[in-house]
């Protein structure tokens, strides 16, 4: 066993599994910064991304920390109604962006939303949307250095503090290197080994825990308490009206933000924009389900009750480590994706609407 748990050999081998997995994305970094001559370059990937990356860079962005690890805890402790912030809220916010902004923002040849500000407002308003919104990243960037730094304390037995570190160094330099290409490309990436983690996860548990999935959907059923799988509350009014209050929170809350807006504006045409928004939302709600099956599956059959993710201790007991490798990875994709936005996406702000002006 290592010093963290963790067998030394699951250890060892997810170690060196990062230590690739973050050569090739630097290196990813380093190739597309040649196509960064400009600010519109660096910003908005010079208003470029076709629909597959375009959908793949809003989807990664949101699917982070708080998708994949964090709804799966709050399954596991409150049952499904748990699901109405992640992924129900989230991936209506943008299929509803889709439909009803994505193509009125991207006619209006923008860089940052305080630009929309400038453009109807004046400068003032810019100035004061973009004094607003730089601060609320700081807390969606510090759950990410924190969901990642606590992978690192699990299997390396990393101290949490010189975890966040690592992780705060290693997401900012690859994000600076070239900006939205550098941004979007690894987002892709990072995308394609995080749903084939999930997806490999969620097939593992299946076939461990039960001889069925019949059987599984059973076992959950019977261990599950009392209104645990109910999606909608409805013992009470007052718990119905506070959960589509939460689900109205995701949904229509996150629309104006500078991570969901700079990727609208970085699409090649009005109609990528819409159609990205609409894809990325409806593959997030279809994949944000895993997560949830498995919180479910922590909180009634697997008997999980301690204070570490269920996901990852689910990927450290039940997996191999060449898969346990792969779940490590794609969570670490889910992180790295979310961070790399979550700075981009502020510094934009700050630099275009502030520093820019003085």
Known sequence: MSSAGVPSDTATIVGVGLIVYLVITYGLALWVSRR?????????????????????????????????????????????????????????????????????????????????????????????????????????IAVQFIALAGILELFFGIEPALGILIVAVTGTGYTLLGGMWAVTLTDAVQLVLLLIGLVILGLTVLFCLADSPTALVDQIGANARAGYLDLIPTETTQEMVTWFGVLAISALGNIPGQDLTQRIFAAKSASVARTACIAAGAAYIVFGAIPVFLGAVGGTVAGHDGDGSIIVTLASTLLSPPLALLVVVALTSAVMSTIDSAILSPASVMAQNLFGKW
């Open 36 to 140: 960064v001559d400009d600010v519109e370059d660096f910003l908005v990937a010079g208003r470029s991304l076709p629909l597959s990356l375009a959908w793949a860079t809003l989807m990664a962005t949101w699917f982070g920390a708080a998708t994949v690890l964090t709804a799966a805890d709050e399954v596991k402790s409150e049952g499904l109604r748990a699901a109405a912030l992640e992924p129900i809220g989230a991936g209506l916010c943008l299929v509803i962006a889709g439909l009803f902004f994505a193509r009125r923002l991207w006619s209006m040849n923008l860089l940052t939303l305080s630009d929309f500000f400038a453009v109807r407002f004046g400068p003032r308003a810019e100035r004061a949307s973009a004094l607003v919104m730089f601060p609320g990243y700081f807390g969606w």
